[in-house]
């Protein structure tokens, strides 16, 4: 199963490596990385940013997202799996411009539709402030649980 084969109807999965600076610079951008954990606020050049999802890449799968006019809108991070374990810890975020037009739960459908049948369980943290994506991953028939200062949101996918 590669997250590069991920389609939905309006996203596509690529190469991260293959946005632009401006693209990079839209998802690193303050109001969109302000509830991610601290490693995304700190990234103010594109070598930064660059070298940044480098190393977060030694320890998941990073995938860009393009929308429907090819452009990059957002980020799929995706935890390899520990040893023995099927659980993969998910986070995600999209460029402000593509806020509202539910890409968030297109994803996740995406991703569950990818993942269904295979046993892995998808889980999330969502800081209490971010109910934006609280919301996406409740509709999405993620189950939460509070732990420290975040809810973590988990999906099983049967198998």
């Known amino acids: 199963m ?3 084969d991920l389609r939905t109807s309006r996203l596509g999965a690529a190469r991260w490596q293959e946005l632009t600076e401006a693209e ?3 998802l690193f951008a303050p109001k969109v990385v302000q ?3 601290e490693g995304f606020q700190a990234q103010d050049s594109d070598q930064a940013r660059r070298d940044f ?3 977060v890449a030694q320890q998941a799968e990073v995938i860009g997202l393009r929308g429907a006019a090819g ?3 957002g980020l799929l991070i995706l935890s ?4 023995g374990s099927k659980t993969r810890n998910l986070g995600y975020l999209f460029a402000e411009a593509a806020w509202g037009q539910g890409l968030a ?3 996740i459908s995406g991703l569950q539709m990818h993942f269904r049948g295979s046993g892995v369980t998808l889980s999330g943290g969502v800081m209490q402030q971010n109910a934006a994506s609280a919301r996406v991953l409740e509709k999405a028939g993620f189950t939460p ?3 420290d200062g975040e809810t973590v949101y988990s999906w099983r996918g049967g198998g």
């Open 2 to 4: 590669n997250l590069l």
């Open 24 to 26: 990079l610079a839209d």
């Open 35 to 37: 509830w991610l954990p």
């Open 53 to 55: 999802l480098a190393a």
């Open 71 to 73: 452009q990059g809108i």
């Open 80 to 83: 390899y799996p520990e040893d």
């Open 105 to 107: 739960s297109e994803l």
């Open 145 to 147: 649980a509070p732990a």
